[in-house]
Every structure is written in structure tokens, then in C-alpha cells.
């Protein structure tokens, strides 16, 4: 029960699959490029796949150290915790601080690790007190198996979908909170100092996945007319540890979603422009059919667009992002560090609960 003039005291536990059991989340994050994948991957003999497993568990790493880091004006978090499949229920089993408030925060589609447990785990921790918050990403309401069976234990979501599937919301508990709210970005905020004199570059930020033949052709005409000022990097992605490093450039362009055709990705977006904007970098990204919440960011001045196949609108935003000041770029650093990160949207959630 809140006391008045008493802080909420929250617990939150980070459920993800690359940790084992229980344990601290500020010690996993620590940790996290220490950890042998080998044992972890079905072929450790492939380096390709061992490098894709590098970036993922690094990836949900930085969630965890993003989460273990929550702060919100009224609420006192308590030291965070981390989770893989084998110490859930030990979430339930532990014991309590006075007045600790309970928190299990999944993301993606890991609840679907839990195979057909999902739904029979989620209902004991709720039965043990253990509050719900699973932030989506995508469109876990239609394509997660396990999202009918989480759903009637979840205390808020964070979806993608608009709307959520049918079926899935009328699953959802009365007293669930649902926030419409994609991608952002997994930084811990300010942790990458703001670059005051950056190389006058633009770097495109993409993958071997969305290497497509349209994507292409704008990397070679952008070579045409930049030349030395636009380098691109279409890896898998970029660690986690490298992209401090990319505050060197002043501008990044964006790639929009991974199935920009589909009806289900025409409001998205990968996660690059947020901890682009974090790092201090201005994204320029290509719109989408329907606009979403990276066109309100445009209309912001938070980031720069344009149409789908337009090379001359491309080289446009990418002269205008080049062309920033450091008044504005420091706009664009402060917003989404305060706004855009996992952590600042994870604890407001919460917070409103």
C-alpha cells in the first residue's frame, strides 16, 4: 500500500534468455563480453553464427544495463535483477524488501522461450505479487504463439501493433495499461559524451538483411555525390561497445523498417535513429507509407526524411543534416536522451501504473 510522502520502492527483474539464473543486473551487464557462446549456439564450429549470437546477447546485455540504471522523480528502484528461463521462478521465491513493489519486464518475443510454461509462469508470479510489464517492440499480439496465453497477467504493454490484435485485447486484464510506442533506443542516457566537432560525414547505419537492391542504389548514388564525406556499414549491425565511437560523425542515415512493404512495418523503424540521436549523430531516415512516430520527430526537427525512391530528396536531407548546427544538434542529443531510450520510457510506464 502507498504511504503518503513515501517514494514507491520498485524492484524491477529483466527477463532475458542469455542469462542463467537470478541474479544482479549491474554484475550480468559487467559480465556480458566475458560470456563463452559456444556452449550457447547450435553450431560453435560457424563463426558467422557465433558472431550474430555475439551481437544478441551483447544487444540484450545493454537492456539489461539500460534497466538496471532506471530513475523516475517519486520512485526509489531498488537494486535490479536479471533472469533467464531457469530463475524465474525464483523471482517469486524471494524475499522482500519493506514495501517493495515487484517488477517482471520482458521484451520482444523472449516470452515465447518459455515455450508452453508462458501463460502457467506469468500466473504464478502474478499470484506471488509480481507485477507485468512487457514492452513489444513489434507485432507480438499477432505473431508471438505465446501472447494469448501471457496476456490475461500483463499490468502494462508496449506495442507496436495499431491496432492490437482482436483477440489479444480482449485478453488483457481491465486494469492493464497499454502504450502504443515502437522501437527506441537501448542507451543509458548522456553515457556517450556530446561530440562538439564531429567529421563533416555521413555514415549509413544498416545490415546484410536489409542490403536490398534498393537500398543499393542509394548507397552508390550517395558515393557519387558525397564521395569521401558518406561512408556505409551494412554488417550484421554495429556492437554495442562500437557505437560510442560513432559520435565522430555528424550525420547517420537510417534505414526505415526491415519489411518497409508490410502493412505491419509501414509505421515503424529499426532502433538506429534513436541511439543515433542519443550519440549526437542526426538521423536521416526515409519515410514510411503512413508516417508513425518518426514522422512526428521530423516535424520536431528531431529527424530529417525523405520520400521512398527519391535519390534527389535523399542527397538533400543528407546535405541539410551536414549542414546542422551545433545549436540544433545539441537539440536533437538533448531530446533523445531524455525522451528516446528504453529506460525513460520503461520507468514512466511503470510509474504511471
Not at 90 to 99: I, Q, V, Y
Not at 317 to 324: N, Q, S
Amino acid at each position: 500500500m502507498d504511504v503518503p510522502g513515501r517514494a514507491r520502492r520498485v524492484r524491477i527483474c529483466y527477463f532475458n534468455t542469455w542469462a542463467d539464473g537470478l541474479e544482479d543486473a549491474a554484475g550480468y551487464a559487467a559480465r556480458v563480453p566475458a560470456i563463452d557462446l559456444k556452449p550457447r549456439v547450435s553450431n560453435p564450429a560457424d563463426a558467422g553464427l557465433l558472431a550474430k549470437a555475439r551481437l544478441d546477447c551483447d544487444w540484450y546485455g545493454e537492456n539489461t544495463r539500460c534497466l538496471a540504471a532506471l530513475s523516475h522523480p517519486g520512485t526509489e528502484f531498488l537494486p535490479a535483477w536479471v533472469s533467464g528461463p531457469a530463475g524465474l521462478l525464483d523471482l517469486a521465491r524471494a524475499p522482500r524488501e519493506p514495501g517493495e513493489e515487484r517488477w517482471l519486464l520482458t521484451m520482444a518475443h523472449q516470452p515465447q522461450a518459455l515455450g508452453p510454461l508462458a501463460g502457467r509462469v506469468f500466473a504464478l508470479l502474478s499470484v506471488s505479487g509480481v507485477r507485468h510489464l512487457f514492452y513489444a517492440f513489434d507485432e507480438a499480439s499477432r505473431f508471438m504463439p505465446c501472447f494469448t496465453e501471457i496476456a490475461p497477467h500483463l499490468d502494462v504493454l508496449i506495442h507496436d501493433e495499431s491496432p492490437l490484435d482482436e483477440q489479444g485485447r480482449a485478453l488483457l486484464k481491465a486494469g492493464c495499461r497499454t502504450h502504443h510506442r515502437s522501437w527506441v533506443a537501448n542507451v543509458v542516457p548522456f553515457s556517450v559524451p556530446f561530440n562538439e566537432a564531429p567529421e563533416e560525414r555521413v555514415l549509413f547505419l544498416g545490415s546484410q538483411l536489409g542490403l536490398t537492391a534498393h537500398r543499393q542504389r542509394q548507397i552508390q548514388f550517395l558515393r557519387s555525390k558525397l564521395k569521401d564525406r558518406f561512408l556505409a556499414v551494412h554488417d550484421h549491425s554495429v556492437p554495442v561497445a562500437d557505437r560510442p565511437g560513432l559520435s565522430r560523425f555528424k550525420a547517420g542515415l537510417c534505414p526505415e523498417g526491415r519489411k518497409f512493404a508490410t502493412p505491419g512495418m509501414a509505421r515503424t523503424h529499426t532502433d538506429r535513429p534513436f541511439w543515433s540521436g542519443c550519440c549526437g549523430i542526426v538521423p536521416v531516415s526515409e519515410d514510411s507509407s503512413l508516417g508513425g512516430r518518426l514522422e512526428e520527430l521530423h516535424r520536431e526537427g528531431l529527424v530529417l526524411r525523405y520520400g521512398h525512391g527519391d535519390l534527389p530528396g535523399l542527397l538533400a536531407a543528407c546535405e541539410r543534416a551536414l549542414a546542422t548546427t551545433p545549436a540544433e544538434r545539441r537539440r536533437i542529443y538533448e531530446h533523445f536522451n531524455r525522451g528516446e531510450t528504453v529506460g525513460s520510457v520503461v520507468a514512466g510506464a511503470i510509474c504511471a501504473a
